[in-house]
């Protein structure tokens, strides 16, 4: 094998190394691309969840006051019918 040959088999094996290198390090960003954009929907998600769940917690806290605030109005009607407070008209 002279020379020329010798440098053109060099040549060869260097592009083909070279192809293959820049195959890995697409494959390596496409592969860092998706991961990236599965981290992006999963963190998305977990906002979304969360706005959720803390939507449903005020919801939640609101009704209950709502509900202790009638019950209380409920036992102060209750023990001011009880003692007869409130029920009498002013005299005039």
């Known amino acids: 094998m002279d020379h020329s ?6 040549g060869e094996a260097r592009g083909h190394a070279q192809a293959k290198t820049d195959e890995w390090i697409q494959s ?5 691309n998706a991961a990236k954009d599965k981290t992006c ?10 706005q959720q769940s803390k939507d449903e917690t ?4 609101a009704q209950t006051g709502e509900q ?3 019950m209380a109005q409920g036992a102060v009607d209750s023990v001011k ?3 007869g407070v409130g ?5 005039k």
């Open 5 to 10: 040959q010798q440098l053109y088999k060099a």
């Open 28 to 32: 390596a960003k496409d592969t860092a």
């Open 41 to 50: 929907d999963a963190a998305e998600s977990a906002r979304d969840s969360a």
């Open 58 to 61: 005020s919801n939640f806290f």
């Open 68 to 70: 202790m605030m009638n």
């Open 81 to 83: 019918s009880t003692l």
């Open 87 to 91: 029920d009498q008209q002013p005299k």
